[in-house]
């Protein structure tokens, strides 16, 4: 849930740091926007430094820390999965909110999306076939989706889409549900992915709450009145153009 800011609140600063310091080291990353963030991080702790980008990017490096945890231990049974974690760690603007489309600099969270989808299915046991084209070690896949699992006899996919604004929820989820009818193997069955957090802020809703699970909650109950109609109006097969 890092996307939404609730990182944990019992880790000390100085620990998170140790643990960022380890990720960028074991991916790899050598410059860009993920090595500036200790820095602006120390800043905000020890100086008191509150910039936009210092307030900010303690949440946004939590994605780092936890993408090394959660494929650390797997990561060797996809090839070049690292090598491809460790150019989106690189790339992009310092933090989301700044990503514009138009230029593409939204390309890189919007694979690393996928990378922490399929970073927690196989750490909760589902056996992933494939993510972003790169085939588990002894599968035989030829799909063409964002992330494959192999549930009893049968493979379905995971189309992730991470809409920049509500305005573009609508089209991102037809575009998931027309390729999963597209490259269905089986028939057309398989799942569209959200990201909602660039916009979940925005819709008008006051986030108060006293602890972790409380803004789950809230969150939880946005998104089942917000987004879930919107979803199941247009995921289905017989739904409108």
């Known amino acids: 849930m890092s996307q939404f800011g609730l990182q944990n609140p019992s880790i000390h600063y ?13 991916f790899g990353v050598s410059n ?41 231990p797997y990561v060797a049974g996809f ?10 760690l690189e790339k992009g603007p310092l933090l989301r ?18 990378y922490l989808l399929a970073g927690k299915l196989i750490n909760g046991s589902v056996p992933v076939v494939a993510v972003d084209g790169m085939v588990a070690e002894g599968e ?30 609508v089209d991102r989820i037809k575009e998931g549900r027309d390729q999963i009818k597209k490259y269905g193997r089986q028939g057309p069955s398989g799942f569209v992915a959200v990201d ?12 108060k709450a006293n602890s972790e699970d409380a803004l789950r909650q809230q969150l ?8 879930k109609p919107v979803v199941v109006k247009y995921i289905t097969h017989k739904s409108v153009n």
Request: charged share 35%; aromatic share 12%.
């Open 14 to 26: 100085s620990q998170h740091l140790d643990d960022l310091r380890r990720a960028c080291q074991w």
């Open 32 to 72: 860009g926007r993920s090595l500036k963030y200790a820095k602006l991080i120390k800043e905000f702790f020890g100086k008191s430094e509150r910039s936009r980008e210092h307030i900010l990017v303690y949440n946004e490096s939590f994605e780092i820390t936890e993408l090394y945890k959660l494929w650390k």
């Open 79 to 88: 090839a070049r999965l690292k090598e491809k974690i460790r150019r989106c």
């Open 97 to 114: 909110e700044d990503e514009r489309p138009n230029r593409s600099t939204n390309k890189w969270r919007n694979h690393l999306f996928e």
């Open 140 to 169: 035989n896949y030829d799909g063409d989706s964002d992330v494959s699992f192999r549930w009893g006899k049968k493979i379905y996919d995971i189309q992730c889409k991470r809409p920049q604004n509500q305005n573009r929820l």
């Open 196 to 207: 909602c957090s660039l916009f979940i802020t925005n819709l008008g809703y006051e986030l």
């Open 220 to 227: 939880f109950q946005i998104l089942e009145k917000e987004i």
